[in-house]
């Protein structure tokens, strides 16, 4: 019976397939093929296909990794030619793409980091274990500040390389250089648990002067005025900060620097709201276009960011500190 009713649908299809042209046209190729394998051998079921043969061997396979691991910065083009000059077998990019991407290697741009020395990982390591079990009143009553530079122009360079998930900050996958420099405004400004200070913009570069007068006369010492003794200052150890008058202006100040191991970006929280004010002023519709433009978008953009965010950097001052002691030292994911 079932034999009979499976005959009499597949003898509408041939129907189908006979009536005209145009309705012959709209079956679907896989139709086709099921029916003339039904003329063939009675068996209307799926066919498994295995694709086409694979063009690497396991070997091959294994040879497009190492290489891959040995130079990182290798393109898919590059890995293609080693590995036709190597074995004789020849590939596209595509199928380096996917040979890397089953074993978690994939294509990214390395992180950028400052150079650390061996003196640098070993102050930055001893200032991590004494801050770590600091606690939040502590943290609370530091204010972190830096500068940073902002541009019309940014840094469009992209470099990609091999790398397996969860290895970005691994040395091999960094590449190690200083800030992207451009014309454009220097902005400084102070962050601290539950507040920040206003956004100071110049054109001009950072004096040990400019510091003292503009910096932590109008906008430091108000904050120190306003907690009392247990506030600390953190500043990072460029030049002009370190300068003699401003030195001598913290003491008349009674202002508590924190130490500071030197390049140290990554343990600064204040590093994030730079990102974070870069996005805002790259997202504005339509984007600052002139110099005067810009400064206007920094000082309106510094304002609006929630400082619920500005906070939650702030909290997490000893996660930062741990993952320092966990890189000994190093660079990490912050």
Same mark, same amino acid.
């Given at each position: 019976?079932?034999?009979?009713?499976?005959?009499?649908?597949?003898?509408?299809?041939?129907?189908?397939?006979?009536?005209?042209?145009?309705?012959?046209?709209?079956?679907?190729?896989?139709?086709?093929?099921?029916?003339?394998?039904?003329?063939?051998?009675?068996?209307?079921?799926?066919?498994?296909?295995?694709?086409?043969?694979?063009?690497?061997?396991?070997?091959?396979?294994?040879?497009?990794?190492?290489?891959?691991?040995?130079n990182r910065r290798s393109t898919a083009s590059d890995l293609s030619r080693q590995l036709s000059s190597a074995t004789g077998t020849t590939v596209s990019r595509q199928t380096v793409y996917r040979r890397l991407g089953h074993i978690g290697l994939y294509a990214r741009r390395p992180v950028r980091c400052l150079p650390l020395t061996a003196t640098?990982?070993?102050?930055?390591?001893?200032?991590?274990?004494?801050?770590?079990?600091?606690?939040?009143?502590?943290?609370?009553?530091?204010?972190?500040?830096?500068?940073?530079?902002?541009?019309?122009?940014?840094?469009?360079?992209?470099?990609?390389?091999?790398?397996?998930?969860?290895?970005?900050?691994?040395?091999?996958?960094?590449?190690?250089?200083?800030?992207?420099?451009?014309?454009g405004w220097l902005a400084w400004g102070g962050i601290i648990l539950g507040s920040r200070t206003d956004l100071h913009v110049q054109s001009v570069t950072m004096t040990g002067h400019i510091y003292r007068d503009a910096i932590m006369e109008q906008h430091v010492r108000l904050f120190r005025g306003a907690m009392g003794a247990e506030f600390l200052?953190?500043?990072?150890?460029?030049?002009?900060?370190?300068?003699?008058? &401003?030195?001598?202006? $913290?003491?008349?100040?009674?202002?508590? *620097?924190?130490?500071? %191991?030197?390049?140290? #970006?990554? /343990?600064?929280?204040?590093?994030? &709201?730079?990102?974070? $004010?870069?996005?805002?002023?790259?997202? *504005?519709?339509?984007? %600052?276009?002139?110099? #005067?433009? /810009?400064?206007?978008?920094?000082?309106?953009?510094?304002?609006?960011?929630?400082?619920?965010?500005?906070?939650?950097?702030?909290?997490?001052?000893?996660?930062?500190?741990?993952?320092?002691?966990?890189?000994?030292?190093?660079?990490?994911?912050?």
């Open positions: 019976m079932e034999f009979t009713i499976l005959t009499h649908i597949c003898a509408h299809q041939q129907k189908s397939l006979l009536g005209s042209a145009s309705e012959a046209v709209r079956l679907k190729y896989e139709d086709v093929r099921l029916w003339q394998r039904f003329q063939d051998d009675g068996n209307v079921s799926r066919c498994y296909s295995p694709g086409r043969p694979r063009v690497t061997t396991p070997n091959e396979d294994r040879y497009l990794a190492v290489t891959a691991k040995r640098h990982c070993r102050l930055r390591l001893a200032w991590s274990r004494e801050h770590a079990l600091w606690t939040l009143q502590q943290w609370s009553c530091v204010m972190f500040s830096d500068e940073s530079r902002f541009s019309l122009q940014s840094d469009s360079r992209r470099t990609f390389i091999w790398r397996a998930p969860g290895t970005r900050y691994h040395q091999e996958n960094t590449i190690e250089r200083h800030r992207y420099g451009g014309a200052f953190m500043d990072d150890n460029a030049r002009p900060h370190r300068a003699k008058l &401003v030195d001598e202006c $913290l003491q008349s100040e009674d202002i508590t *620097r924190m130490d500071w %191991p030197a390049y140290s #970006p990554n /343990l600064n929280p204040i590093e994030h &709201v730079w990102d974070m $004010l870069g996005r805002r002023i790259a997202a *504005r519709q339509p984007p %600052p276009t002139c110099l #005067p433009e /810009l400064r206007r978008a920094l000082l309106d953009e510094w304002c609006d960011i929630p400082q619920d965010q500005i906070d939650n950097l702030i909290l997490s001052m000893p996660r930062r500190c741990k993952a320092c002691i966990a890189s000994s030292g190093r660079h990490t994911p912050y």
